[in-house]
């Protein structure tokens, strides 16, 4: 365990369904953020909350809504997606925000998502 | 954004050899991060270099990195099977300050 926790691991929906998904993390960082992996693709950056606030929308797509409570939790909530929305959804944390600062991110293990 | 780029992108090696990896990116950049993803799991952050170093170790990991050439290279030593997974770097250069990820290098450590 790396300290952010993502569930669930894998998740089948219909294109007409609702679901979220969610993290965790008790390492005590104020920056988290959401990460699309697709096949044969960098990295994706989707969101970034610091301090609870949105800071970055990536021109994420509206069917993705973010959602972030507090510090520690982090939601991501899907409806109406396209198959080429199946990847792997990936949460990450940090101390802070800003990458200048030169703070590493803890990754969770990811959402294995498949749109049908 | 910006990004780093892996070269190769995908190695195939002996349990025993050395592998490296190396990253190359466009702009300056305070800080680089090496990463490791093993199948199907989240990223496992290896390494850190700043701007003004120019080689870290951390036990059979040696990264160097060279400002003047734009690039990074990650060195694994006497590699094991356990090697085997997808090694990312990561760079601040992103002008919006967001850690931004290459494309990555697979090795694979055939036992």
């Known amino acids: 365990e790396t300290g952010v926790t993502q569930t669930p691991r894998h998740l089948v929906m219909g294109m007409t369904n609702k679901k979220s998904l969610k993290c965790e993390q008790h390492?005590?960082?104020?920056?988290m953020y959401w990460y699309k992996q697709s096949a044969k693709k960098p990295l994706e950056l989707m969101f970034v909350y610091n301090f609870k606030e949105q800071t970055e929308n990536n021109s994420v797509p509206s069917r993705f809504s973010p959602e972030c409570p507090n510090s520690s939790h982090l939601f991501l909530h899907l409806h109406t997606l396209q198959p080429e929305d199946s990847a792997l959804y990936l949460c990450a944390s940090s101390q802070a925000q800003g990458a200048r600062l030169g703070y590493g991110y803890t990754f969770g293990s990811g959402t294995r998502l498949t749109v049908v | 954004s910006q990004q780093g780029e892996e070269d190769p992108q995908a190695l195939s090696i002996q349990e025993g050899e050395n592998a490296t990896m190396n990253c190359s990116y466009k702009?300056?950049?305070?800080?680089l991060q090496w990463y490791r993803q093993n199948s199907g799991r989240g990223l496992v952050h290896l390494i850190l270099?700043?701007?003004?170093?120019r080689e870290k170790h951390s036990g059979r990991l040696r990264v160097t990195l060279d400002t003047s050439k734009k690039s990074s290279s990650l060195l694994i030593t006497a590699s094991r099977a356990a090697d085997t997974a997808s090694y990312f770097c990561a760079t601040d250069a992103d002008a919006g300050n967001m850690l931004t990820f290459g494309g990555g290098t697979r090795l694979m450590v055939k036992p």
């Open positions: 390492l005590g960082h104020n920056a």
């Open positions: 270099i700043r701007s003004n170093e």
């Open positions: 702009t300056s950049i305070n800080n």
